[in-house]
């Protein structure tokens, strides 16, 4: 039976990102115009069958997502787990008419079978965690998307709420913990990015101090 998390602490209005919709978009179009953008940019695209969606990231989103990555980070040293970072890697399923270059993604369970190589993802199985900070609306249905690229645990913060979701039966279901992270509740995320606004070293030592006070040796 599921329970309501606590309400998240009152943080900043968050101003997110700029975003650009082309519709009625073909495949080969999208993949012309992915070939012909520098790898290194900050824009990120997704592609939905024939939407695609083109995402300019400012201040507040980049600060989400890379506090989002440090916290993982810490969980995975204090938990000591094994870790393929993707970062925004294009991921492409021509299949399924789908692309994306997500905020965060990774391979935890899924790391021995990819590490050492990059990964093909018309053969490999796709990240075991994605993340998504989206603060202003998106035309893109993103849980219906990573459902059916497949993606076991798919994360979403809007600035103010961390939403965890799991695929069971093809669809994604809400849950209140993570099954990467099972010990730890949402406040913790909460706690950490309200430190992280003003301290970000401090709240990752605050994090772990978090940790061992719930776990004591």
């Known amino acids: 039976m599921l329970t309501t998390a606590p309400e998240p602490p009152a943080l900043l209005h968050p101003s997110g990102e700029q975003r650009v919709i082309f519709h009625h978009m073909t495949w080969d179009t999208y993949l012309q115009m992915l070939a012909l953008l520098p790898q290194s940019r900050n824009s990120r695209l997704t592609y939905d ?5 083109i995402t300019m990231p400012l201040e507040d989103h980049e600060f989400y997502r890379c506090m989002l990555e440090r916290f993982i980070l ?4 204090i938990l000591e787990l094994p870790i393929k970072t993707m970062g925004s890697t294009t991921l492409n ?9 997500p905020d965060n993604a990774y391979y935890f ?3 021995p079978l990819v590490k050492g190589r990059n990964v093909d993802f018309a ?3 796709p990240p075991d965690l994605v993340v998504e900070v989206d603060i202003t609306h998106t035309d893109i249905q993103k849980n219906q998307f990573y459902a059916a690229l497949g993606v076991p645990e798919f994360w979403r913060f809007n600035g103010q709420v961390w939403h965890i979701y799991v695929l ?10 993570s099954p990467t992270f099972p010990d730890i509740p949402k406040t913790w995320l909460y706690d950490f990015l309200v430190t992280a606004k003003e301290d970000e070293i401090g709240a990752m030592r605050s994090l772990r101090k978090q940790w061992n006070a719930a776990h004591p040796a």
Not at 93 to 99: D, I, S, V
Not at 168 to 177: A, G, L, M, N
Request: aromatic share 6%; hydrophobic share 30%.
């Open 49 to 53: 069958h024939g939407i695609l969606e």
């Open 74 to 77: 810490v969980l995975v040293e």
């Open 93 to 101: 399923y021509p299949n399924l008419e789908k692309g994306a270059e």
């Open 109 to 111: 369970q899924n790391q």
């Open 123 to 125: 053969n490999d199985p």
């Open 168 to 177: 069971r039966s093809h669809v994604y279901i809400e849950v209140e913990q």
